[in-house]
């Protein structure tokens, strides 16, 4: 069946469609005949698809060979392997990718840095963190609520509430998704009066953010307060929330 689907579409436009959905569909034995059976159908977009099958897969080594043998790179190559080593929590090849692909004159993207950077949530790289930090505002960066949030979620692991307030103060355009990353940050590390605030000054709020608010007074102990915010939530008395304002109350 694949090789008269590919001997009726030749065209490296859908040969690149049948890998994508051989990929997406689970049939990575079959994305691979495919591969294999038109060697010079290729381009970067058909290995950059078989890579990316592998590393969906956890198979790193194999996706690792065949990114060896790539005529050519591209960045979505380069991050498709970060995010392999980011799955297999392989830190040290993570990092030594990142540092081969600066040098051959890639410039990371936002989804580049925000892999590296959810991979290095640790204490431990603290140091690393603010020099890859420092290295986002060169390339013009920290205005990105991607790279933002993720930011801000690593420095509320190492629990430096200042650090996550300037990063916030980066971000260019601030939507709830950024907001929800600084209330999180603050209430997870205690700061409930930095997070009292920020909670007061958004502009919109979605349930997250009220679902933030709410557990953190919980967390804090300030279980009467929690209740004021979970009373004056919007759309609580229904399903799932019933449920949460059981939780609420229990606690």
Same mark, same amino acid.
């Given at each position: 069946?694949?090789?008269?689907?590919?001997?009726?579409?030749?065209?490296?436009?859908?040969? @690149?469609?049948? +890998?994508?959905?051989? &990929?997406? *569909?689970?049939?990575?034995?079959? #994305?691979?005949? %495919? !591969? $294999?059976?038109? /060697?010079?159908?290729?381009?970067?977009?058909?290995? @950059?698809?078989? +890579?990316?099958?592998? &590393?969906? *897969?956890?198979?790193?080594?194999? #996706?690792?060979? %065949? !990114? $060896?043998?790539? /005529?050519?790179?591209?960045?979505?190559?380069?991050?498709?392997?970060?995010?392999?080593?980011?799955?297999? *929590?392989?830190?040290?090849?993570?990092?030594?990718?990142?540092?081969?692909?600066?040098?051959?004159?890639?410039?990371?993207?936002?989804?580049?840095?925000?892999?590296?950077?959810?991979?290095?949530?640790?204490?431990?790289?603290?140091?690393?963190?603010?020099?890859?930090?420092?290295?986002?505002?060169?390339?013009?960066?920290?205005?990105?609520?991607?790279?933002?949030?993720?930011?801000?979620?690593?420095?509320?692991?190492?629990?430096?509430?200042?650090?996550?307030?300037?990063?916030?103060?980066?971000?260019?355009?601030?939507?709830?998704?950024?907001?929800?990353?600084?209330?999180?940050?603050?209430?997870?590390?205690?700061?409930?009066?930095?997070?009292?605030?920020?909670?007061?000054?958004?502009?919109?709020?979605?349930?997250?953010?009220?679902?933030?608010?709410?557990?953190?007074?919980?967390?804090?102990?300030?279980?009467?307060?929690?209740?004021?915010?979970?009373?004056?939530?919007?759309?609580?008395?229904?399903?799932?929330?019933?449920?949460?304002?059981?939780?609420?109350?229990?606690?």
């Amino acid at each position: 069946m694949l090789r008269a689907q590919v001997r009726g579409f030749c065209s490296v436009n859908n040969l @690149n469609r049948l +890998i994508n959905e051989s &990929v997406r *569909n689970g049939r990575l034995m079959d #994305a691979r005949k %495919l !591969f $294999d059976e038109n /060697p010079k159908g290729r381009d970067i977009v058909t290995w @950059n698809s078989i +890579i990316s099958g592998y &590393v969906k *897969n956890e198979q790193i080594q194999i #996706a690792k060979e %065949l !990114f $060896d043998k790539m /005529p050519e790179r591209d960045v979505v190559s380069w991050n498709t392997m970060l995010k392999g080593f980011q799955r297999i *929590n392989d830190i040290e090849k993570l990092v030594g990718y990142f540092k081969q692909m600066s040098m051959n004159g890639l410039k990371p993207t936002e989804f580049t840095i925000a892999i590296l950077i959810t991979a290095l949530s640790n204490e431990e790289f603290r140091i690393l963190i603010q020099q890859i930090h420092t290295r986002v505002v060169n390339l013009g960066l920290n205005s990105s609520v991607f790279v933002g949030s993720a930011l801000m979620k690593n420095y509320m692991s190492m629990g430096c509430p200042v650090a996550i307030y300037r990063v916030f103060e980066e971000i260019l355009v601030k939507d709830v998704t950024s907001w929800n990353a600084l209330l999180f940050g603050y209430m997870n590390l205690g700061c409930v009066d930095q997070g009292r605030r920020a909670f007061e000054m958004m502009p919109e709020r979605n349930v997250v953010s009220w679902t933030t608010m709410v557990n953190g007074l919980v967390n804090n102990k300030k279980l009467d307060e929690a209740m004021c915010y979970f009373d004056e939530m919007p759309g609580k008395k229904c399903g799932v929330m019933d449920c949460y304002d059981q939780w609420v109350r229990a606690k």
